[in-house]
């Protein structure tokens, strides 16, 4: 039996931010779509970050010690990225997620951003696959 891969299960409608992106803005852009994190994306077209609620979290508290908030997405994106490619199975999908604490990757095809998957999606994969 020929296993799903993670391009079988990836989302492919993502929020994007841009490095330059004021961090305020792209506080109220998560918030507002209701996601714990996006990838950043630049000029090129290349993912070069993700900025996730716990790096919202800080640039929140430096808000309140400065009385205001400052900076841009790179100033608080985490920049070591792991990535999954759409070509790989969702058996080994599943090994990254049990042998990481991330709750998503960003889908890669040939070194571009095509999808996010996330430890849900290929939980539900999986499952279905073997009922």
């Not at 994306?41 to 929140?60: E, T």
């Not at 090994?95 to 849900?120: D, K, M, N, W």
Request: overall charge negative; hydrophobic content about 40%.
């Amino acid at each position: 039996m020929k296993l799903d891969t993670v391009a079988d299960h990836m989302r492919t409608d993502l929020i994007t931010l841009t490095p330059d992106m004021e961090i305020v803005r792209a506080v109220s852009v998560l918030m507002q779509n209701g996601v714990s994190g996006a990838c950043v994306i630049d000029g090129a077209g290349d993912l070069v970050g993700v900025l996730s609620k716990r790096d919202c979290l800080k640039a929140a508290l430096n808000a309140s010690y400065y009385k205001q908030w400052g900076g841009s997405v790179a100033d608080y994106m985490s920049t070591e990225l792991e990535t999954l490619d759409a070509g790989i199975d969702i058996v080994e999908a599943c090994e990254r997620f049990v042998a990481s604490s991330y709750r998503r990757f960003p889908v890669t095809r040939h070194g571009r951003l095509v999808g996010q998957i996330s430890r849900t999606d290929v939980l539900n994969a999986l499952s279905r696959q073997w009922t």
